[in-house]
């Protein structure tokens, strides 16, 4: 018998694959959106991918039992070169065709979770109903920790579960594919139904306590869709309708779900922010702006409105909607691109739900975490959830590979494509060592955001220089460490730790602007470093451009007008504070203007 003929085991699931390594590999797959390092600068992104990675590295060592499709390989091969092109087209290449902090929009990303869904796919026939139910009671209880305010990230939130996956939204995302997946069990017999009524009472609970009204939604729709797919019976129609009621009752109950569900301000913001993204898209309609410099772009289109619902201090990094966020990226021929193959997913999706049980629950998954991206920005967590059960749903199974039997050895054709999967695997272990770097410069720079808060400068410094070593690839490092450094300047300025605070977030600011020229924050940063060094004949133009970049965010008046009054031109100095005080009433610049001897009507 060989070694690949012992790995499969047909008894009650003809083909099933058993192997501790490939079964290893799915537990790290599907975990990977829980993965968090608090000690990070962001404890919920690059740790899922990680873990991810390194879940594929095992799977791809493994012999396939199934591959992707051919279209899906195919399509994303075009929207990676349509990507490449308009990277390259940009203001900032490098840095876009790298992706930047924290979309991480970029050509790496794209082919990370291509990977990942091809690892996915390969595991095709590991059970994955147990590994679900075991990923959803972990979740709940990391859920319910948050809940009683001992998360995994303390104070990473107020009100909602915001330390578990990241926010309450990408929460209820993962926990509506968990849900789905297992929901088909639900009808089966004995452990296996235990099983999944376990798990899937535990990712509901998860959704409801998420307060994601997306996921409650897709969570209810998609489990009545699943259940009466296995048949129209009785016991179906009672499964489906006691599971629906349930998720009605425990939402009401939960005073912040119940609150959510009246809400409607979150809507009307966010019909805003795509009908200004549509006026970017319209002024860059074939190459778009490049990958990840929404950010910087978009600045310049903000309305008071949209403002006002952010709020003056919240930077909109992505449009909240991934077919807008396709077209800022890569203009028209990446979206249309997009939605080709997104058509031919869609489709693929919906056949193999219908006609394969075994894969309705993964397929219904990525149906409903693509319905979330088009109302929600993009994460990692999701992004990764997205992929693992996309690889699953669309995988082609081994007979049409060349094997006539799950357990027979490859056909003649199949030993050449092993140097290919052993090079992905190569490739993937290399990320996976990046990526190990990449952490370590995080905590770093958490520890240089903290240190510079806590008026540590001296040691805030060197940490941002260690984590810039750490990730040197990385041009975001310098444009994170710089404000706290330069907020400290401006509170202790002219003293000695305020001046060399002053110098060191100038420099942070000149180091990311070197990539990023068009960043009206780090622009602004750079200013006020300049004004605590008492140097506001170079600080005006600065402000000039970050206030020209950002028309309707008030921090750039304020600070334009301190250099007005620096440089003597006191009337300069009032029509920038009054116009401060105008996009947000209750902004400083009103006691300034007091001080000024113009006090705001």
Known sequence: MTTSDTRTARSGDRGVLRDPVATGSLVLLVGAPLAVLPAAYDPFGLPVLLVAVVGAVAAWALPATARLPRWLLVGTAVMAALLVVSALAGDTPVPSLVGRWPRYEGLPLLMVLLAVAGASA??????????????????????????????????????????????????????????LVLAPGLLAAGRERALAAAGTAAAVLVVVLSGSRTSLVLTAVGVVALLLLRGRGRRTWGVAGGLVLATGAATLVVPATRERLLITSTGSG???????????????????????????AFAAYESPAFVDFTGVGTVADSPHSVPLQIAVAGGLPLLVAGLVVAALAVRALVTVARRREEVAGPAAATLALGAVLLVNPTSLPVLVAGAVWAGRALAVPSTALGWSEPSERPTASEPSRRPLDLLVATGLAVVATALVAALVGDVRLADSVDAAERGRVAVATVRADDAARWRPWDTDVARLAAPPLAEEAAGTAPSPTGLTAARAAERLARDGLTTAPDDPRTLVVLGVALLAQDRPDEALPVLDRAVALSPERPDGYVQRAVAHASTGDLAGARADLRRAVGIDPRSAARRLLRLLGDPPG
């Open 122 to 179: 390969r595991l095709a026939r590991v059970p994955v109903r147990t590994v679900a139910a075991v990923v959803s009671v972990v979740l709940l209880g990391l859920t319910l920790l948050d809940v009683a305010g001992v998360g995994p990230v303390p104070g990473a939130g107020v009100g909602r579960v915001e330390s578990v996956v990241g926010n309450a939204t990408d929460l209820g995302a993962v926990a509506t594919a968990l849900a």
């Open 270 to 296: 966010r019909v805003e922010q795509w009908r200004l993204t549509l006026d970017l898209v319209r002024d860059h309609p074939w190459l778009g702006v490049g990958p990840s410099r929404y950010v910087d």
